[in-house]
């Protein structure tokens, strides 16, 4: 039923267990021919990578991949590309509280609801360990892709503190542990984390992606719309609740005569030249040559130090304290998983549009 | 490519442009014994019906479903239903405007781009036409649930005017012309539309759709789960640009302890009870026995009266004004549709979940 | 779970049963831009339809077929393509001794097992019917491939009694009821049917089908060779029994040394010359520029008028004479079927490979 | 596009070269709580592990196979299953000569022409070293389908020579290195077989794989008959060129009144006892309850000592000889591989029935 699996012509399935000997991820129907190594790879798992600053989980991971399979002198071969990510630091911890119990806010109790048993350690499948692998997949996606796409994730909100628009500034990024692109807002950002944290809480976010450079004629009517893809990509992240496209729930506050984005004629050989994009870059499911826009809004994580009410496995009221290595603001480490995810559909949606129409 | 199919276990396909000689969907995967018949499937397609109300286009379609397969004395027999819809007010129209110009908002560039042509007759296959046959093959999904789950899908907002919660009465949504479950706030609405469609103008608004009775368990991990269907099948939904389940972008402004719903011992041989809801009814993708709570973002149509600028298919710049007969707020209508995607998704996943589990 | 459907990249639906309103199919990811009208179709379905000789079901049908979506101005749009052909000869029959009983070497028994219940009326969705649907979607397949590649079926058995090979002319296929390249086996075969017919007996038959003008590199390991492909698509056509690609079970009688195809070098800019063809076109899946060759046996239908054992629905004892209007050698009608199978999977290789490679 | 994934709703993925660190399998959809182990797929990869005489290739590989994911105390938990199968018998050597030129028979060409380039190290992904990944998968198959389907799969034809059908006797098949059911034949074919080797040829072989206990009602109409199924499953496998179900090809030669299998009253409660099995425990693609009854037929590999005429991938004639380490009858193994894609066909057809059906 591929539950494990995403995407269509380009085509990628995970595996792994939080506390598990490795996670991995196969990728299947990558083009040959495209220069592959875990060089090209292993920056992009850096950037998602625990225990990096004190505002993500000390988990201590290397995240070091290995390519298995589907290369041939440093080039894709066409055949399956299997990549292979260690779990080093499954700290030997006692899971006797969480086997026991059902933490608020977490799956164990759905699991435990459909399966009839679950692996407690550390969250086993539902851990957002297993981003990593959508990373490693999404760095083969932005090969496919080609340097003329450019993708962009960060955070444009963080407890409900945005950043300025007027200082958005994407340079700004690297430079702070939030993905902010915004100065002012990380210096905030920091105060406020640091208080959650101290005070066990957590913190919800919003992150934005923006893919440049996408030709128009990418998606397709009518269970293939971009806008679709990109949904279930980004709702299916770990404590995403929420995606939007463009100016998405925002739109439904305008006007009919403020929403479209009026066209005019483009340079020599170019399609029109937009002169907003309340509409995120797609019409009708299908990219326009615009940017692409996507935000998702991230939960704070349930994992804090505050006791919560809940139930045994047998049915009995108890509390929980969800201890272990977490991230206060897991929203900060979805910023490289979503641009993960837009390359992955994006090079996906390239592929199936070549497929049809034998145009690139 | 299954472009025009959705679903797994239980899938759907639809066919028919806006203005060809009909429209249709084969449902496979139905189920065998389910009682089946046109008079099953056509309120649905009632509530969803056009010209109804000076606020939906006044185009006139009866939209009468005929059973072309699959029954067999009344009965699903297991093989694909086949649900054919007539389109008879194809009105005899001149498209020349629409063929030689792009209309801003709507997918005539993105579908010239992708294809090297499109059909201009009443938007060809980008029209909201199409959403008859979600809500005819949703009837039939709604056959595979059952009656323990109720599904209830209801204007929130319309033009930026938000229903009071308090006053939240789905027995008041059938008593006025824009699925509001708010008395008062139907008042509201009519004169706001009223003004809008006088103005030649349109509006967005946001629908939520809940689904009660589900059984916990639904769904799966990690590119099939609940949300992420939830996510695709809301967001290729005409005109949304925007999906959140539960408290959605609203959690991304609260705080971890504030989030997770607290669970209590539930009555003898059933879950948790939970405190609250913030989750919709999910966890780590999959029902957790609470009402399952959607919500999307519609845009305001671009069919508006008033001009705006464009190019022609040439590159040309120029003005449009899309005439027609539309909805001056298209979000209305997608109401009945929300509440079939939704039926979709839960009775696919109902199969999925009894494939690999052998549960119910 | 797409039990009625095909293909991947360029895919199809059929529904209907024998004796509904209708059969049809509904052909997605068809590339823009080709011609099609139902001129391009019913010449194919033509030659598969019944009641053209005394050879084959005196059912009937004009089998008309009816294009509902999916073109405009006469070249496809992307966008799916609905089929119709309505069943007109539904014959007014008494199908109560089918309905009680199970006719063996049908499906029958197997529906009931499977569903708990059937459509007895002309064998419901198991009939032959449906074929019609393949062909007509096999015709928009030929759309795709273009002219470049020529599929051939004919019989080169039945009854036991095979064509001379040194006979064998295309030519003369069209001259015979029964697809026959040979003439002498033609007039043979006419004596052999005869003779079974009047009997009330049913003759098996071998098809074989060759593909053309095929280049190089189609098709794909592991799971989606195009032997697979070729082999799921005939075993799947009514009656089928076994499938072999190239010298197919011959080979198994061949030694190393004679069995593979030594090559040479081909015409300058092409691929290399071939010594022979055991493979039948492909090596390790994929196409290799020979003629793709495939056979199919066909198993004698069990509508036959001598008086089988079987038991009733209630599981007693009983006899029954499958009565009817049916072909004494269903392989006959089988060739035009077969060649719409190839067709279908050719194009889908052709758009996946190019998805992939990004090569035609 | 999925060209390395195989099933529905039991869905396996496999990847990895022959010459590469490892190959391995991902199986996805598994029911939950089957206890499972690597001791309970080690002795399937044992009976297809080469270097076990002398007439499997000499390499040296012990195929252990580790569970990287999916279990959780010795059962599986519903997530997916990683297998890893180490490559520890690369044997340094010089493929200069095999990456020049292309060894007719095998994938070489074939490769080259659809992905401009290959691993040439040992066949690369063509390598019936994938092969073990299937049986791996399969072992996790037979768990789903329980200890009441008996799959058996053995050799009844090698060079031409077939077993007496009366000498049958599956308790031979594990007393010689044929998997042969027929100890006289045994006996002949080791001659046969070692003189072939020592000629530095090859033979082919037709294996028979009968599945026992299979109810009545997995399979479904149109395109995923268990026909269907089970014939893209054994032509995947490498060097098949033919597959035939039940009376198969010699179907072809019988008439209407000999085919067909008569029914009689079965057993209280159950269902019909047949008088034959020339359908080979299929009807309209849905098993009957009869023995599921496969049969295909391997090529002899192309790998010999005799130098044959070619290319090089510059197309300059020249001869090859395929040095290496080969089976002179590659039909031996493909036993255990027929026997795990049966499995893995019907654990898949199980999953599905009840998913539509919600019977077991």
């Excluded at 495209?34 to 090209?40: N, Q, S, T």
């Excluded at 109790?109 to 679950?118: E, I």
């Excluded at 994407?170 to 100065?183: G, H, I, K, M, S």
Aim: charged fraction near 20%; aromatic fraction near 6%; glycine fraction near 12%.
């Amino acid at each position: 039923m591929s539950f494990n699996s995403f995407g269509h012509s380009f085509r990628f399935t995970t595996w792994g267990e939080s506390h598990g000997p490795a996670i991995g991820v196969v990728v299947d129907g990558c083009p040959p021919g495209l220069p592959l190594a875990e060089a090209d790879i292993q920056p992009f798992l850096d950037r998602r990578r625990p225990g990096q600053s004190r505002f993500t989980t000390q988990r201590q991971e290397p995240d070091q991949v290995e390519i298995l399979s589907g290369t041939y002198e440093g080039v894709t071969t066409g055949t399956p590309i299997s990549l292979l990510i260690r779990n080093l630091d499954q700290r030997s911890r006692d899971y006797a509280e969480v086997a026991a119990s059902y933490r608020p806010g977490h799956a164990d109790w759905a699991y435990d609801a459909k399966y009839g048993l679950r692996d407690p350690r550390g969250g086993g499948r539902s851990s957002a360990r297993e981003t990593a692998c959508r990373v490693a997949a999404g760095a083969v996606a932005r090969k496919v892709l080609g340097e003329s796409i450019r993708i962009s994730g960060y955070l444009v909100e963080m407890g409900g503190d945005a950043i300025d628009r007027a200082n958005l500034d994407l340079a700004e990024v690297a430079n702070n542990p939030f993905f902010c692109p915004d100065r002012e807002a990380a210096n905030r950002w920091e105060r406020l984390l640091e208080s959650a944290r101290k005070a066990g809480s957590s913190l919800g976010a919003i992150v934005e992606v923006v893919a440049d450079g996408v030709p128009a004629g990418w998606g397709a009517p009518v269970y293939m719309k971009l806008d679709s893809q990109l949904a279930a990509a980004m709702m299916g992240i770990n404590a995403v609740k929420g995606v939007e496209i463009g100016a998405g729930f925002a739109a439904a506050r305008l006007r009919g005569e403020e929403n479209a984005d009026r066209m005019r004629p483009g340079a020599e050989g170019e399609g029109p030249r937009f002169l907003s994009n309340h509409a995120g870059g797609t019409a009708g499911g299908i990219s326009t040559g615009q940017p692409i826009v996507v935000r998702l809004a991230l939960k704070p994580t349930s994992s804090i130090l505050t006791p919560v009410e809940t139930i045994t496995r047998s049915g009995e009221a108890t509390e929980i304290v969800t201890k272990g290595r977490h991230d206060p603001c897991v929203g900060i480490r979805a910023a490289p998983v979503a641009e993960a995810m837009m390359a992955l559909v994006l090079a996906d949606a390239m592929l199936m549009h070549r497929s049809q129409t034998g145009r690139g």
